[in-house]
């Protein structure tokens, strides 16, 4: 259907039936933002001017089993507006804990530690000086004591008071402190804590996707994932919006970012082009490889009502 004889009824049909002014746009072959305009100078209403009460419950549910782009397409909302809205109402999630390591060969298997634990058991001392006259170090002592036999642990520690169970303040870990002003279960997790708050503003953690391991763009579940600022870090200061990147993919978006070919939608197509290509150059289907990427930029004005509580 010819771009200027489309009807204004066969807009509100397209955006009724498919719930998006991008997707209508697709069927009846116009801009987004043409749709988007046509539908507002009626006064038609858009499904975008708040969230409804079904479309927050389907984002629950949705949160932590699917990417952000696919909450986008479920719901028919930009990208961008999910992310602020799945941060603003907190359900990113919190990292799951996960099972502490110890150090191989080092004397901390369960029959190593249960021989300790009589040990200690008899041991006129406290447990630090327990672990120098046995030359190991205290907190894997600890956590491995934890690990073999935590209700013992928990007798002990009850009955000796100076020596007190704490939480890190990072990984949310059981450990044992080495002093009072100890706040972290060891260095390492003491370093991630003051990278955090002083780049994420200790949200980092919280990045969508995190919590369950998965990359937001590739899919792909790995235990090494960068929290990503969906606006650039710039732009939110108060680190609001963040998502879960494996390291290539984190590299790509931001490569790809500062070149200023990427508003350029035939130049996406080229670039998709040749990407699939080389992929597939080896298998006949490669030369029928067609690709048409469209896209609409919104200003403030028009995303005001997307981001509305």
Known sequence: ??????????????????????????????????????????????????????????????????TLTQISHELGRPYGSVATRISEMGLSGSPRKRPTKLPRGAGFDKA???????????????????????????????????????????????????????HCEYCEGEYYPMTKKQKTCSRKCQSHLRADRTYFGGNRRKAIGMAEGVCQVCEQKTKSLHAHHVFGKDNDPDNEALIALCAG???????????HFVENPESWE????????????????????????????????????????
């Open 112 to 166: 190593s530690t249960l021989k300790r634990i009589k040990l200690l058991d008899q041991f006129d001392g406290s447990v630090r000086q327990f672990a120098r006259s046995q030359g190991v170090r205290l907190d894997p002592l600890i956590k491995a004591i934890q690990r073999h036999a935590p209700d013992w642990w928990s007798e002990y520690a009850r009955r000796n008071s100076d020596l007190p169970v704490a």
């Open 1 to 66: 259907m010819p771009r200027a004889t489309v009807p204004t009824e066969a807009i509100v049909e397209a955006y009724r039936s498919t719930g998006s002014v991008w997707r209508a746009a697709q069927r009846v072959n116009l801009s987004g933002q043409t749709v988007w305009e046509r539908l507002r100078a009626i006064g038609h209403p858009l499904r975008g001017s708040k969230w409804t009460s079904d479309e927050v419950a389907r984002l629950r549910e949705m949160v932590g089993g699917y």
């Open 270 to 309: 080229s670039l998709i082009n040749l990407v699939l290509l080389r992929r597939f150059g080896d298998q006949e289907r490669a030369a029928g490889v067609h690709t048409l990427v469209e896209f609409d930029i919104l200003d403030a004005d028009e995303i005001a009502d997307e981001e509305a509580a």
């Open 249 to 259: 993919c984190h590299r790509l978006v931001g490569s790809l970012a500062g070149r």
